[in-house]
């Protein structure tokens, strides 16, 4: 079955930098776009970027631009989130996404924490 597990998370300073991990199985990993979506306490779920299913095309929110860098191995079936320059409200559970076939699939997620 599909599986996408998270690691990497972590606390951090302000300023500091964390690579999360995504690593996929129970699918072809390069059919598919992967995104990262991280969830605040008391807030909804957010995209926080996107990889198309080659690598070749990225997308980001607005807050993350210029300090958080997706990327992709898929010989190793996994998805990567280079978090930089990181700021208190980046604190959340960051999640692993995919949708294959219109079904969403996540998984358990990782807590990040930027904190002095």
């Known amino acids: 079955q599909v599986q996408l597990v998270e690691s990497g998370g972590g606390l951090v300073q302000p300023g500091g930098s964390l690579r999360l991990s995504c690593a996929a199985s129970?699918?072809?990993?390069?059919?598919?776009?992967m995104s990262w979506y991280r969830q605040a306490p008391g807030k909804e779920r957010e995209l926080v970027a996107g990889i198309t299913s080659a690598g070749s095309s990225t997308n980001y929110a607005d807050s993350v631009k210029g300090r958080f860098t997706i990327s992709r191995d898929n010989a190793k079936n996994t998805v990567y989130l280079q978090m930089n320059s990181l700021k208190p409200e980046d604190t959340a559970v960051y999640y692993c996404?995919?949708?294959?076939?219109?079904?969403?699939?996540w998984g358990q997620g990782t807590q990040v924490t930027v904190s002095s």
């Open positions: 129970g699918f072809t990993f390069s059919n598919y776009r």
């Open positions: 996404n995919s949708v294959l076939s219109s079904l969403v699939y």
